[in-house]
Structures are given as C-alpha cells and as structure tokens.
C-alpha cells in the first residue's frame, strides 16, 4: 500500500544549525514527491516538489530536498536555520487512489528553533 | 498558481447544529478540489474530492458531505455536527485532470463543536 512516514514527530535545532528533516514513501512506481510547511493556524505552503529529472530539487526559503529512489527517501535540508523556519513539516506523495491528482500526507514533523 | 479562500476562518457550533463551510479558487478553471481535516499529530485526512461541478467523492464515510455547485465553489455540511466533528478544516485546489500536481491550499477554518 502507498504509504508516507515521517519518523520524527518533533525536532529541535539551534539557530544558524543545519536541518535535515527525513521522508520515506512506499510507492508502486516513480512517485511525485512534495513538502509543505505550515505555520500555526495557517494553511500549507508549497516548500519544493520533485516529478522528474534532476534529483536533488530547490525550493523557497533555502530550502532543497534530494530524491533517493534506492532508500525510497525524499529528506528535505537546509544549510542554515532561521528562527522564522519553526512551523510543522509535512511529505507528500502521489498520485494515490483514482489518480484524480490526490496525495497522501506523512504525519509532519514539527521544528523548533532554539535562538 | 491558484489561490483559496475559505471562510470562515474560525466557528463555534453547538454539538446538533448545521454546518457549512465554503471554498472558492481563484487563477484557475476547472480545478481538482479537496476538503481535508486536520487533528494534532494525525496529519491531514482527505475527506471529499471533486473532479467537476457536481462530481463528489467521498474518502471517508462520516457525518460530513460536501457539493460543488459551480466550478471553482467547494462546500462542506453537515446537517447534524458531532464532538468528534471538531478540527481544522482546509480547502484545496489542484490542476484537473488525471496526474498529481500541486495542490494549493486555503488558509483553513477552525471549528469548534461544543
């Protein structure tokens, strides 16, 4: 079955830190991969999205994230954390289901910045 | 890319009372529309997604329907709300068509059933 797992609920980093947040996907073929970040009480904001071609994808804010089809392993990175990154995390994959463009969601990880 | 509204942004019921929340996108036509619920630590669960006007389909069996009465308009309801009813509530939207793409989403309804 198609599946998402983000193994870490919460995670702490100092600011200035690297961050490295961890995403497996169990998935039947080439799977189009995507992060999205919410801030408390807001909706979800498109971070980066992987469909094809080079495996390691740039996003917004610094962020980046490397497609590792061996490890089944999509992990989301940055050089440098901000206190302004602290929101939760989330991992998505599709399409699932009818193919009508749905995605299954991991549970999120949430990230704290300590200043 | 497309932008969601939703509204409102937060909303008291009582347990028994109706409920309608509603969707609309912007920058796009005929659009994949999705009605997700939110819990603490659980993630989002799809509730309800729409190809078209008119066309629903239901993910989780619950107390809740949506309908789609034109083409960038997502409502949810309930006739009758539940404790178990009360969470975050985001609407979003997505290319049609067959293949996943982006999905966009609104800024979210908290509701509160008491």
């Known amino acids: 079955a198609q599946s998402v797992t983000q193994p870490d609920i919460h995670i702490t980093v100092s600011e200035g830190a690297s961050l490295e947040l961890r995403c497996n996907y169990s998935?039947?073929?080439?799977?189009?991969l995507f992060w999205y970040v919410q801030s408390p009480g807001q909706g979800l904001q498109l971070l980066l999205k992987?469909?094809?071609?080079?495996?390691l994808v740039q996003g917004i804010k610094g962020f980046e994230a490397e497609f590792k089809r061996s490890q089944s392993s999509f992990n989301l990175r940055k050089p440098s954390v901000h206190w302004s990154d602290a929101a939760e995390y989330f991992c998505a994959v599709g399409p699932y289901g009818g193919s009508q463009g749905n995605l299954i969601f991991g549970k999120g990880t949430k990230l704290s910045v300590k200043p | 890319s497309q932008t969601i509204h939703q509204w409102p942004a937060t909303l008291v019921q009582p347990v028994g009372s109706p409920l309608s929340l509603e969707c609309t996108v912007e920058?796009?036509?005929?659009?994949?529309l999705y009605w997700y619920r939110q819990a603490a630590g659980r993630g989002l669960q799809l509730l309800f997604y729409s190809v078209g006007i008119g066309q629903i389909s239901s993910e989780v069996p619950q107390n809740l329907s949506a309908s789609r009465p034109q083409d960038r308009q997502f409502i949810l309801s309930s006739k009758k709300l539940l404790l178990s009813d009360s969470g975050f509530y985001l609407c979003a939207g997505g290319p049609g068509g067959r293949r996943a793409d982006t999905q966009y989403f609104g800024p979210g309804t908290r509701l509160t059933v008491l």
């Open positions: 920058g796009t036509s005929n659009p994949n």
């Open positions: 998935y039947g073929a080439t799977p189009y």
């Open positions: 992987y469909f094809s071609g080079d495996t």
